[in-house]
């Protein structure tokens, strides 16, 4: 009895402390958020934020509350609970005039949301996956249970870029977009049969993301290459500029090696067009005869490049060999029995 009058006396006495100790506010339960956010406790984090969310009296705040859960439940590794505060946040910036989400930003979520989408599928198809059940001591069967894996971790949170989230925006040499194109410039050595030459190249790729998960992005698009060859005819002795166009339907696979640096490889199938040749007395053609147009044939290109993510949209790219083979055409020197190009190239790239 005495024990008994002993708890309930320390309750009592425990009570007004653990009531002033507890949360009362929107932006108490922030703090404590992001307090468990950042020790790696993230349950508690998400519960934290969805009781800011059901106290916060600002409807302009209440979306980024949204977010923080689904960060939370992210890094958790929970994706069909992410998934689902990641949408319920996008509905509501869609309703917000004042401070709409830039487009970039929504896209990136997006593409976060189809992730986590594929993450949740997955994880349903290994939980209806037998064995379902468990084994009791005796060695009976028991009742029926799932089994449930997780998906990787993908680091720390991006947070919101208008000051939302306890998370921090990085700049990812992956980071999710609906389209990319890049520009790139250098020079290139090409070898005609015996003839050589280097020329300056420029390269301008366009590509749409067919694939983007677990750090390996694969990308369906074109290529447009120009180049510029000068050469001397040997009829009049003037000095000429012939070009090479090239036009591909190119393939590119990046992995990211580090969040800010990705490793991509192209390669590309389509046409090169060898124009400024129509004069007679032009070194590429047989008996230096010139032709009434360009001459098309097939092209082969393979590239290998470094990419640095400046911003989530700017990325710097250096492809320090790019090789493109095309066999001869009918029209072309006997001599020429194929054309070989090596380029490097700097360049810029975007993405949005």
Same mark, same amino acid.
């Given at each position: 009895?005495?024990?008994?009058?002993?708890?309930?006396?320390?309750? *009592?006495?425990?009570? =007004? $402390?653990?009531?002033?100790?507890?949360?009362?506010?929107?932006?108490?339960?922030?703090?404590?958020?992001?307090?468990?956010?950042?020790?790696?406790?993230?349950?508690?984090?998400?519960?934290?934020?969805?009781?800011?969310?059901?106290?916060?009296?600002?409807?302009?705040?209440?979306?980024?509350?949204? !977010?923080?859960?689904?960060?939370?439940?992210?890094?958790?590794?929970?994706?069909?609970?992410?998934?689902?505060? !990641?949408?319920?946040?996008?509905?509501?910036?869609?309703?917000?005039? $004042?401070?709409?989400?830039?487009?970039?930003?929504?896209?990136?979520? /997006?593409?976060?949301?189809?992730?986590?989408?594929?993450?949740?599928?997955?994880?349903?198809?290994?939980?209806?996956?037998?064995?379902?059940?468990?084994?009791? =001591?005796?060695?009976?069967?028991?009742?029926?249970?799932?089994?449930?894996?997780? $998906?990787?971790?993908? @680091?720390?949170?991006? @947070?919101?870029?208008?000051?939302?989230?306890?998370?921090?925006?990085?700049?990812?040499?992956?980071?999710?977009?609906?389209?990319?194109?890049?520009?790139?410039?250098?020079?290139? !050595?090409?070898? *005609?049969?015996?003839?050589?030459?280097?020329? =300056?190249?420029?390269?301008?790729?366009?590509?749409?993301?067919?694939?983007?998960?677990? @750090?390996? /992005?694969?990308?369906?698009?074109?290529?447009?290459?120009?180049?510029?060859?000068?050469?001397?005819?040997?009829?009049?002795?003037?000095?000429?500029?012939?070009?090479?166009?090239?036009?591909?339907?190119?393939?590119?696979?990046? !992995?990211?090696?580090?969040?800010?640096?990705?490793?991509?490889?192209?390669?590309?199938?389509?046409?090169?067009? *060898?124009?400024?040749?129509?004069?007679?007395?032009? =070194?590429?053609?047989?008996?230096?005869? @010139?032709?009434?147009?360009?001459?098309?044939?097939?092209?082969?290109?393979?590239?290998?490049? $470094?990419?640095?993510?400046?911003?989530?949209?700017?990325?710097?790219?250096?492809?320090?060999?790019?090789?493109?083979?095309?066999?001869?055409?009918?029209? *072309?020197?006997?001599?020429?029995?194929?054309?070989?190009?090596?380029?490097?190239?700097?360049?810029?790239?975007?993405?949005?």
């Amino acid at each position: 009895m005495k024990r008994m009058k002993s708890l309930v006396i320390a309750s *009592l006495l425990l009570a =007004p $402390a653990l009531a002033f100790a507890q949360p009362k506010s929107a932006d108490d339960w922030y703090k404590e958020g992001e307090t468990q956010y950042n020790l790696g406790n993230f349950e508690q984090a998400a519960e934290a934020f969805k009781q800011g969310f059901a106290l916060e009296t600002v409807d302009s705040k209440k979306a980024a509350y949204l !977010y923080n859960v689904a960060q939370a439940y992210r890094q958790g590794n929970r994706c069909k609970d992410a998934s689902f505060f !990641y949408k319920r946040y996008l509905s509501l910036k869609d309703q917000d005039t $004042a401070k709409p989400l830039k487009p970039e930003k929504k896209a990136e979520i /997006e593409q976060r949301i189809a992730e986590l989408d594929q993450c949740a599928k997955n994880q349903d198809d290994i939980a209806k996956k037998p064995p379902g059940d468990t084994i009791v =001591p005796a060695g009976e069967t028991g009742a029926k249970t799932g089994t449930k894996t997780v $998906a990787e971790g993908e @680091g720390e949170g991006e @947070g919101e870029e208008e000051g939302e989230g306890v998370g921090i925006t990085q700049t990812r040499a992956l980071a999710p977009r609906v389209v990319s194109a890049r520009l790139e410039g250098g020079g290139g !050595y090409i070898k *005609l049969g015996d003839l050589t030459s280097t020329v =300056p190249a420029v390269a301008l790729t366009a590509g749409y993301p067919v694939y983007s998960m677990n @750090g390996v /992005e694969i990308d369906a698009g074109i290529v447009f290459g120009f180049s510029p060859l000068k050469f001397r005819n040997s009829s009049t002795g003037e000095d000429k500029t012939g070009t090479f166009t090239s036009l591909l339907v190119n393939g590119a696979v990046t !992995y990211a090696a580090t969040p800010q640096i990705g490793v991509r490889g192209d390669l590309g199938v389509g046409v090169l067009s *060898l124009g400024g040749i129509s004069e007679m007395g032009n =070194p590429f053609t047989e008996g230096a005869a @010139g032709t009434s147009g360009a001459l098309a044939m097939l092209a082969v290109r393979a590239a290998v490049s $470094a990419d640095y993510a400046i911003t989530p949209n700017l990325v710097a790219t250096v492809t320090p060999v790019a090789f493109s083979f095309s066999p001869p055409k009918e029209g *072309l020197r006997e001599e020429i029995n194929s054309i070989i190009r090596l380029d490097f190239m700097l360049g810029l790239g975007y993405r949005m």
